[in-house]
């Protein structure tokens, strides 16, 4: 997978292009030198042939969708600041002897490590499963015969065959083509097909885009057919210099951070708390051995070694939950960010519109609907043999399913194709009457210089400056309504048998056709969704302001505040962070512009998501938090992307958006629980260790009570949550878990000192000689209370309840009480350093059980009033 990187000041990837020296030259040689030269014929290549280059030059892919290796797997489980500290620690414990402690803890560690390791291994081959099924092949000739293969097995000096529909699938130099129109604007930004010709490129300065005999990988054919011949693949195609380009060193994601932010704070704990334990002990008990393995024990017990665990679990899970939800995830991290998603950037076309043009309106030059106008647009549609594009695939399916013009008695005569230069075509037709009739249709700008006349209820009027002002005014109307129109003019003429743009002159006006990308029918469902969870959504489109303001308008996004390409251009840095927080709607922009809307939003905090399906939109993609891109983009947006969604829709978003933001929620009751109640323990050790006469706890049952308390959270990837925990994003706030250690974790420490306090007075413990009773009573005490809070912290409601938990959690919590409960009475006590407890002490404990659950109710609600919990 392509890193995702934020460059700074990068290049617009289709400014960006290198283009093979082989395909410049193959380009400006004819086709049977270029042939010559790339040792191949125009049958193709040999199957042999082809097997040997592929060895030589490797599969035609421009970035490896590839499955990490296991042993990459297992170092990334293994390198983890949490795994490396606790086998240093169990190292020292096997180095002064202690090898009971020592064991205990290469099994927390291995119990971690195995669990991450076999959960990411399992997502990394569901979602190789899911790339497999997408495979693009190549009609190409082999041994003189045409054949399907894949594209990745393409070589230099194969030759392909192209139809309409097909994708490019390599730089090629065309042989032979007819009629051919490639679709170039995801590579560069082209808004309509460019035609292309066989024939040799002269020598000048156009640029390799221009080239008008060479076609480019991951572009597509719109009409006409083709022979080409493979030139370059792999990397060395433009998109291949493209997505060179774009690797850099991976970025460090919102999700990323906090989990390192955390990290640091627990060794800051422990970096304070371990000594001060050692040195207390070691003083007050004048054995500097003993004081040693205990805060080594207690340093074990501070650190949450099970995070990397549940988290690799949490997300793991989220994956395979949002797979069903058709939300593909490719980092595991990118779940996370999903759900603290709080901005979402994307396109206006196929995400919030139909991505089908659509005809709305036939209308005169005054607006008024005119049968004839539509009649005189569908006969130019129709007969024409050029390039038909979307507009006149909408006249024609309009007419075939709406009305019915009839075009009997009228016969082609010739047409005057299309090209960009001009913006217009025009059809001649014969009359039923024998004359013939130009009709012209284009851009109502390019038509307008070309009408000498206009007509209105059947009456023809002169155009002079005026009226083209006037009739410029109305075509902004429509165009205002979001639009995009086209002109239709005529000319009645003498017969002729041939005719050109000359003839193009004279023309009456006579209305126009408006067509439309109408809004998806979900669409205003989605956004308002989203706005609901605390998304807010910005469009960032290259189309024009009228139209994407209408759009905008039909969907429910807000455009008083609306950021042109220009303006962005003009802005500095501070002045875009500024304004791209208000602005809903962007326009016209480039593909560099999106990435520096997309920087400047997460420089003001947000956390950014962008949607993109095109060459061009992968900066994008790679600048957000996270990148979500459809399976039906090209290979590099895939590429850069996060998150795949099966189906380009945003309300397949939003449900992904929930699931990341149950994931976290889940995440997040691990760390408030192990971090608060880890602090509270140890201020019970601290003051433990100052006034009783012995250790509070042997080191062994220090990591007994761990390893069991670990158990118990083992479950908590499966846990509900509560609707009002993915009401709105939840970004990491390492503020309001600092607030969560320092105002629950107390709460535990005062009922272990009740426990202690219990223990000396009511059961004779200030004896060394019953320190064993002592330290088994604040084990079962510690371990129940400790797991039992989970239940508390899961949930900002009354637990048990107004929420319950999953009934896996619950298993798990009731398995490892009753196993603390009775372990002092079991053969392994002894060995373990536990005595039977009185049977006074447990109506007690119950006691303490109860008013450890009330107190942390209350001062987590307290938090929660205070809004201190979120932020």
Known sequence: MLPKTVPHGPPDPASAVRVSPRLIEAARSESDAVVQTLNTTTRGLAAAEAELRLRQYGPNVVAADHRHPLLRLLRRALVNPLVILLVALAASSFATGDVRAGSVVLVMVALGVIVRFVQEARADTAAAALRAMISVHATVLRDGRSQERPVSNLVPGDVVELAAGDMIPADVRLLACKDLFVVQGSLTGEAFPVEKFPAREPAGDRSPLEFANVCYLGTSVESGTATAVVVATGLTTVLGGISSVLVGPQQASSFDRGMTRFTWLMIRFMAVMVPLVFVINGLTKGNWGEAFFFATAVAVGMTPEMLPMIVAVCLSKGAMVMSRKKVIVKRLNAIQNLGAMDVLCTDKTGTLTQDRIILER???????????????????????????????????THT????????????????????????????????????????????????????????????????????????KREFDRLSADGFRVLAVAYRDCDPKSVYAKDDEQGLTLRGYVAFLDPPKDSAREAIA??????VAVKVLTGDNELVSRKICGEVGIATDA???????????????????????????????????????????GHVVGFMGDGINDAPGLRAADVGVSVDTAVDIAKESADVILLEKNLLVLEEGVREG??????????????????????????????FLPFVPMAPIQILTNNLL??????????????????????PWSMRAITRYILFIGPCSSVFDYVTFFVMLYAFGCWDPANASLFQTAWFVESLLTQTLIIHVIRTNRIPFLQSRASWPLLATTLAVMLVGASLPFSP????????????????????????????????????????????
């Open 362 to 396: 036939y209308c005169d030059v005054k607006l008024k609907q005119d049968d004839d106008v539509l009649t005189l647009a569908y006969l130019n549609s129709h007969f024409q043999t050029g390039l038909r594009n979307l507009m006149d695939r909408a006249v024609l």
């Open 709 to 730: 308390y670990d158990f118990s959270q083992v479950a908590i990837p499966t846990d509900d949550v509560d609707p009002e925990q993915i009401a709105k994003p939840r």
């Open 529 to 534: 969704a989203l706005q609901r969870i605390g």
């Open 661 to 690: 933001r149950k994931v976290f929620a889940n995440i997040v009751k691990y760390v408030r629980m192990g971090a608060s109640s880890n602090f509270g323990n140890m201020f019970s050790v601290l003051g433990g260790s100052i």
């Open 828 to 871: 392994v006590g002894p060995y373990l350093g536990f005595r039977p407890l009185p049977l006074l002490f447990w109506p007690l404990l119950a006691g303490i059980l109860l008013g450890y659950v009330a107190l942390t109710q209350v001062v987590k609600s307290w938090l929660f009033r205070k809004g201190w919990t979120a932020e």
């Open 400 to 471: 075939e399913i709406h009305a019915h013009p009839s075009f009997e008695g009228y016969a082609k005569v010739d047409e005057i194709p299309f090209d960009f230069s001009r913006r217009m075509m025009s059809v001649v037709v014969k009359k039923p009457d024998g004359r013939h009739r130009l009709i012209c249709k284009g851009a109502p700008e390019a038509l307008y210089p070309h009408c000498t006349t206009y007509e209105l209820d059947g009456q023809a009027h002169p155009v002079n400056e005026t009226i083209r002002g006037e009739l």
């Open 562 to 604: 609306t950021l042109l390409g220009g303006q962005v251009e003009a802005m500095s840095d501070a002045e875009l962070t500024a304004a791209a927080a208000k602005a809903t709607l962007f326009a016209r922009l480039s593909p560099a512009h999106k990435q520096r809307v997309i920087q400047s939003l997460r420089a003001a």
